[in-house]
C-alpha cells in the first residue's frame, strides 16, 4: 500500500535530502546537548537568548503566578479571547503607530493566511523569487494572479510592475526584509518608490528582523524610517522574542478584512493565553535593554562579510554539506545541512544563524575549518 511513498523515501535518501527529526536531551539560550555532548548552536531562530532560558522563565512566572491558562481551547472568534491577546495587539500597534494588529498562531500561519485571503479575483501580487515558503503556498492558495521578480533585483520587479500591473484591479508587493536563507536585506526604500509609482499595496514580511534591527528592535522598516509606508507588516515572536506566534500591523480595513478572511486566522484554535501573555512581558519589559547586545551581534556579522545574523555558507552538492555539518558536530558545533526544496538546486549550505550570546570566541575553530578565518579575528 505504502510503496510508492517508500519509493520515495529512498530517492531521498539517495541524493542526500533526507530528513529526521533531532533527538535533543536538553537546550540553553547558546548550547544544545545530545546526551552529555555540548554544541554551539548556529542553527536557532533564538536571536537575542530568552527562548530556553531558566532565568527568564523563572522571573516570568513569578511575575504572573498562576494568572494565565495553558489552553484556550478554540478560536479567536468563539470563545477563544480574553483581554491580554487584545493587550498584546495594542501594544504592537501602539509600537508601530499603526491602526490595529492582530495576532496568528505563528508565521507560516500568519503569511499563508494573508497572502491566500488579500488577492482577490482580478488581483495580482508581485513577489520576490525567493520569499519563504509560507508566502508562496498563501499566493498559489489565493485567487488571484502572481509573479515572481528575481530575488532582491528591482530591476526585474519594475518590468514586471510595467508590463503587468494596468491588468488588474489591486496590486500586491511582497518581500521579506532579511531573507531567512540568504541573510541578505530588501532594498525597501526602492521597492517602496515602485509601490507608489505603480499604486500598489505593500506588505513586508519582518521575521528575521523583528527584534534584530532598529532603534527599537522592530525591524528593517524602522532602521530606515520608512514604517508608514508599508500597508501590511508582519512580525513573529518564534525568533528574537524567543515564545510562539505571529502578528500583523496596519490600518483597521485591512486587518478587518484578515479576521474576516483569513482562513488560518478564523479556523484555528487561538494561542495559549500565558503564551500571548510571556511575548507581551518580553516586548514590554526585556526587549527595550537590548539595544546594545544587539548593535554588538551585527557588529560581528560584519566582520564575517555578512548583512544580517544569517551567515550562509554555500558548498552546493548536498553529500558535502553533509559532510561539513558532521566535521563541525565533532568539532563542537550543531548546523544543519539546508538543501533543495529550500533553496535553489545546487545551492545546498550550511546557514550560520547567530545569536546575541555567541561571541567572537566562540567561532574561532569554526571559521578555520570552514575556511572563514580571515573574516573575523578574535581580541
Known amino acids: 500500500m505504502y510503496e510508492t511513498y517508500a519509493d520515495i523515501l529512498k530517492t531521498l535518501e539517495e541524493h542526500s535530502h533526507f530528513r529526521t527529526i ?17 554544541l554551539l548552536n548556529l542553527s536557532s531562530n533564538n536571536y537575542l537568548g530568552f527562548a530556553d532560558n531558566r532565568r527568564i522563565t523563572e522571573e516570568f512566572m ?7 491558562s495553558f489552553g484556550s481551547a478554540s478560536a ?9 491577546y487584545k493587550e498584546l495587539e495594542n501594544l504592537l500597534a501602539n509600537l508601530y503607530n499603526k491602526e490595529t494588529a492582530l495576532l496568528f498562531n505563528s508565521g507560516y500561519h500568519a503569511n499563508v493566511g494573508i497572502s491566500s485571503a488579500i488577492a482577490q479575483k482580478d488581483d495580482v501580487i508581485f513577489s520576490d523569487k525567493l520569499n519563504h515558503a509560507s508566502i508562496i503556498d498563501g499566493m498559489q492558495l489565493s485567487k488571484g494572479k502572481f509573479f515572481r521578480y528575481q530575488h532582491n533585483n528591482t530591476d526585474s520587479l519594475e518590468i514586471l510592475l510595467a508590463r503587468e500591473r494596468k491588468n488588474f484591479k489591486n496590486a500586491i508587493i511582497i518581500t521579506e526584509s532579511v531573507f531567512s536563507m540568504d541573510g541578505d536585506i530588501a532594498d525597501l526604500k526602492r521597492i517602496i518608490e515602485l509601490k507608489k509609482k505603480y499604486n500598489c499595496m505593500l ?14 528592535g522592530l525591524g528593517v522598516a524602522e532602521t530606515l524610517g520608512v514604517i508608514d509606508d508599508i500597508d501590511l507588516l508582519i512580525g513573529t515572536f518564534g525568533k528574537a522574542i524567543g515564545s510562539m506566534g505571529a502578528f500583523v500591523v496596519g490600518d483597521k480595513t485591512l486587518i478587518d478584512f484578515l479576521i474576516n478572511k483569513s482562513r488560518s486566522f478564523i479556523f484555528s484554535t487561538a494561542l495559549p493565553p500565558i503564551n500571548v501573555a510571556f511575548t507581551k512581558w518580553i516586548i514590554e519589559n526585556k526587549l527595550p535593554n537590548t539595544y546594545e547586545k544587539r548593535n554588538n551581534m551585527l557588529e560581528l556579522v560584519r566582520k564575517m562579510g555578512s548583512s544580517s545574523h544569517i551567515i550562509p555558507y554555500i558548498l552546493g552538492d548536498n553529500q558535502k554539506t553533509v559532510e561539513m555539518c558532521e566535521i563541525l558536530y565533532e568539532n563542537g558545533y550543531f548546523t544543519l545541512p539546508i538543501r533543495p526544496p529550500t533553496v535553489p538546486e545546487g545551492t545546498s549550505r550550511i546557514r550560520f544563524s547567530l545569536t546575541t550570546e555567541i561571541t567572537e570566541k ?4 569554526l571559521c578555520n575549518l570552514t575556511g572563514l578565518t580571515n573574516k573575523i579575528t578574535t581580541n
Open 22 to 38: 533531532k533527538n535533543f536531551s536538553k537546550k540553553d539560550e547558546k548550547y544544545v546537548y545530545f546526551g552529555e555532548k555540548r
Open 62 to 68: 513569578k511575575t504572573v503566578g498562576g494568572k494565565y
Open 76 to 84: 479567536r472568534l468563539l470563545t477563544g479571547n480574553l483581554p491580554v
Open 203 to 216: 506588505i513586508i514580511d519582518e521575521a528575521h528582523a523583528f527584534g534584530v534591527f532598529g532603534e527599537k
Open 362 to 365: 566562540d567561532l574561532e575553530k
